[in-house]
């Protein structure tokens, strides 16, 4: 006999198959995917501004990394400037007209104005192409010449290079409005190749590049009149060398506009900007997918400051990196910011001056050494730059607690400067010193009156310590 044949039964209907999983993207890692907190605001405020108001880091980490490095390189209208009119020493501002007003008079815009950053790029340029007072002469030129950072420095580095090599006030620093074709000057021709976008022995030019960028660079006049200054800026096609010119191993008939875009197209140049963009903003070099990545990023963009600045100030080295030294006037503005305070004092010039930066003189057309800014020479001025601040909140005598402890007094003095973060043995410092200000046999208006002064040196000691000099 056979087997029997089993039954036939149906297959058991089931769910349809889904897609084929697919893992999420992995994170960016050229995009900072911490905390974006109070501390991490603060850094922001200080690398792309001049530090935070009250409440302004609460403000800004609300908005996430995302909206908060949007709403600083994305600034909407014109600036407004918030806070108390300056004056120096009672006196109105007039800074073409009184000397050291420049100098606060800009400094003001660092304190009041809501575009932080937009103040912040026009003083990186003004470091980067290093134009000074002490050369141009005039100071309206100076004035007008940071007013064209402000308009474009969120723009093409194209737009700006174009318009610093023609501006009134780089003509006159670098000998291009006497530039002819009989007696081409270098000076500009040169330092558009070592400082502003090649850089120095790196092979990106030769001695006979410069030569002949000069030549392509000549055709600029100015008059001279007396009591007036220098006016009436111009082109001149008489005065340009119409000549074949050699180039970076390019030929041809080039004027001032082909010297800009043969240094923009030089191989060399991505780099060179990108590195000298974010060492302004992270005291680290980065990385080589980093760097790649934003060289990419800068020629895609064609030539656009904001789209590497961004991805700059969302990088993960520059929230969790090491801090970064703040620049004289960058301190000096972040203290009137702290405390709600404005320009009034012409010692504000002073100081930053000793402590090595003053607005509108660069030392020379290299601009500021950035990695010198704290020695024993300046010290001292960034000492009393934090005075010259604090000096008219200390509390009058015979009005302060004369209870208070070592511990309540450095809260209270950390709490007057918005909480700032401190190492452990900053605060170990400040409270060995609370404890040593007052001593155990003070009573009545002594104590009082030891406890205020005690206030008022720890608020002076913690502004100045090594903490808040960098950020």
């Not at 044949?5 to 994170?27: D, K, L, N, Q």
């Not at 390019?250 to 004027?255: M, S």
């Amino acid at each position: 006999p056979t087997a029997a044949t089993p039954p036939m039964t149906a297959p058991v209907a089931g769910p349809p198959p889904g897609p084929p999983t697919v893992p999420p993207p992995a994170p960016d890692p050229l995009v900072f995917h911490g905390t974006f907190g109070t501390r991490e605001a603060e850094r922001l405020l200080w690398r792309a501004g001049f530090g935070p108001r009250p409440g302004d880091a609460a403000a800004l980490a609300a908005l996430g990394l995302d909206g908060a490095v949007t709403s600083l390189t994305r600034p909407s209208g014109a600036a407004k400037l918030v806070g108390p009119t300056p004056n120096a020493d009672g006196s109105p501002l007039a800074p073409e007209d009184q000397y050291g007003h420049d100098h606060l008079f800009w400094l003001d815009r660092m304190v009041r104005s809501d575009q932080q950053l937009v103040e912040r790029m026009a003083l990186i340029f003004h470091d980067w192409f290093g134009v000074s007072t002490d050369a141009v002469g005039q100071v309206g030129l100076m004035l007008d010449h940071i007013d064209l950072y402000r308009r474009l420095c969120l723009g093409s580095f194209r737009d700006l290079l174009l318009e610093v090599t023609r501006d009134p006030a780089m003509l006159l620093f670098l000998n291009g409005a006497n530039s002819d074709k009989n007696s081409p000057n270098e000076n500009f021709g040169r330092e558009i190749m070592e400082l502003f976008s090649l850089g120095a022995d790196r092979g990106a030019y030769t001695e006979d590049d410069v030569r002949q960028a000069a030549r392509a660079l000549t055709g600029w006049r100015a008059d001279y009149v007396n009591n007036v200054g220098w006016t009436n800026f111009r082109y001149d096609p008489s005065s340009h060398d119409s000549g074949l010119k050699t180039i970076f191993g390019h030929v041809g008939n080039f004027d001032w506009r082909d010297v800009v875009d043969l240094c923009l197209n030089n191989p060399y140049h991505r780099s060179f900007f990108v590195l000298k963009l974010w060492s302004y903003f992270v005291p680290v070099k980065p990385d080589a997918a980093t760097q790649a990545a934003l060289e990419k990023l800068y020629v895609d963009s064609d030539f656009s400051i904001r789209a590497v600045l961004e991805a700059i100030l969302r990088h993960p080295a520059l929230h969790t990196g090491p801090p970064i030294v703040k620049p004289p006037v960058v301190f000096s503005a972040g203290l009137l910011r702290a405390r709600s305070r404005g320009v009034t004092a012409m010692s504000l010039l002073w100081w930053a001056d000793g402590a090595g930066q003053r607005l509108f003189y660069p030392p020379n057309v290299a601009g500021w050494n950035d990695n010198a800014w704290l020695d024993t020479s300046t010290l001292y001025a960034r000492w009393r730059l934090v005075y010259d601040v604090i000096e008219d909140d200390a509390p009058p005598n015979g009005t302060y607690s004369s209870t208070e402890t070592p511990d309540a007094a450095v809260a209270a003095a950390l709490a007057y400067w918005g909480d700032p973060p401190l190492r452990d043995d900053s605060r170990q410092v400040l409270l060995s010193a609370a404890t040593a200000a007052v001593p155990a046999s003070a009573t009545g208006n002594t104590a009082r009156n030891k406890r205020g002064q005690r206030q008022t040196a720890l608020r002076h000691l913690i502004a100045a310590s090594p903490d808040l000099q960098a950020c």
